[in-house]
């Protein structure tokens, strides 16, 4: 009886390990996003604290035309937001500037690439408050 409950205890481990140390070494860029960005950017409008991502992934397609461009900016806008580099300076008016992100760089490429992939065309600019919620997210 003793050996089965160790061998239960023992299995129950593994199993609950097992899918953290691998979710651990393929984050998502989703999953990176809800750890290290929800608490400021909800992903469609109502804002939080901060422009919500599908009308900044709208920004960022209309200003640049490969994904790659986009992602480098993305990237270096997380390690180091500034205003001359910022896609839309209103928005630090509005909610001031985003804090640098210290997070590795595969990770913040993974993220950028997550934002990159939410836009969504028939949001337009998403200016729209409240609009178009519910869709979009099932690409
Ligand atoms: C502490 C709050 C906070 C966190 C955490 C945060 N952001 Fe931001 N973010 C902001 C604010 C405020 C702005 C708007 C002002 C600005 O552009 O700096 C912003 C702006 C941005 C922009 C627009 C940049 C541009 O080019 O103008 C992007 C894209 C972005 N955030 C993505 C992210 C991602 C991805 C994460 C997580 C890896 C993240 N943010 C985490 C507050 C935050």
């Given at each position: 009886?003793?050996k089965?409950?160790?061998?239960?205890?023992?299995?129950?481990?593994?199993?609950?390990f097992?899918?953290?140390?691998?979710?651990?070494?393929?984050?998502?860029?989703?999953?990176?996003?809800?750890r290290?960005?929800?608490?400021?950017?909800?992903?469609?409008?109502?804002p939080?604290?901060?422009?919500?991502?599908?009308?900044?992934?709208?920004?960022y397609?209309?200003?640049?035309?490969?994904?790659?461009?986009?992602?480098?900016?993305?990237?270096?806008?997380?390690?180091?937001p500034?205003?001359?580099n910022?896609?839309?300076?209103?928005?630090?008016?509005?909610?001031?500037?985003?804090?640098?992100?210290?997070?590795?760089?595969?990770?913040?490429?993974?993220?950028?690439?997550?934002?990159?992939?939410?836009?969504?065309?028939?949001?337009?600019?998403?200016?729209g408050?409240?609009?178009?919620?519910?869709?979009?997210?099932?690409?």
């Open positions: 009886m003793k089965f409950m160790s061998v239960c205890i023992l299995s129950g481990l593994v199993s609950g097992s899918p953290s140390i691998i979710s651990a070494k393929t984050l998502s860029g989703q999953e990176i996003f809800t290290n960005c929800s608490v400021c950017h909800s992903v469609m409008p109502p939080k604290n901060a422009p919500p991502i599908t009308p900044l992934a709208s920004r397609h209309q200003r640049f035309k490969t994904k790659k461009e986009g992602v480098n900016h993305l990237v270096t806008y997380l390690k180091s500034n205003k001359d910022a896609i839309d300076p209103q928005a630090i008016t509005r909610f001031g500037l985003m804090p640098a992100l210290v997070l590795p760089d595969a990770e913040l490429r993974t993220v950028a690439e997550w934002v990159w992939d939410q836009y969504n065309p028939n949001m337009g600019m998403g200016r408050m409240g609009m178009g919620r519910g869709r979009g997210m099932n690409q």
